[in-house]
């Protein structure tokens, strides 16, 4: 069975975790702008857990078989005693990295399967 499906809203359901993902966002933006910018979409940003596994370390520039920039994404995790800053996740080579939340980094939305076909 193939991983990934296009939905007929443009969002991508993952059957591995069960997840919808949405496009990459065209700019990069700051902690604060990518949390508005998924509430606007009835969207979150994924669990530093959950935006690793779109990582294929079978492959680079970007590490994954979904369309991503070679470059840094927000994921909704901050890291423990640093409320300051969040983990993100480079796919380039799929390397994660903690970031600023003042830093532009790109967003990829996710939401619960929404079940559409």
């Not at 702008?33 to 294929?56: F, H, N, V, W």
């Not at 680079?60 to 800053?85: F, Q």
């Amino acid at each position: 069975m193939k991983r990934f499906k296009e939905l007929k809203d443009g969002w991508i359901k993952d059957s591995l975790t069960g997840l919808d993902w949405g496009q990459s966002s065209d700019k990069t933006m700051t902690f604060k702008q990518a949390l508005a910018y998924c509430k606007k979409l009835g969207a979150r940003l994924p669990t530093s857990q959950e935006l690793m596994s779109l990582i294929d370390h079978s492959k680079r520039c970007p590490a994954s078989e979904l369309d991503m920039k070679d470059d840094w994404y927000w994921t909704g995790t901050s890291v423990a005693g640093y409320p300051g800053d969040a983990w993100c996740v480079l796919f380039l080579y799929g390397s994660v990295f903690s970031s600023n939340k003042g830093y532009a980094l790109y967003v990829r939305p996710v939401r619960k399967s929404k079940g559409v076909k």
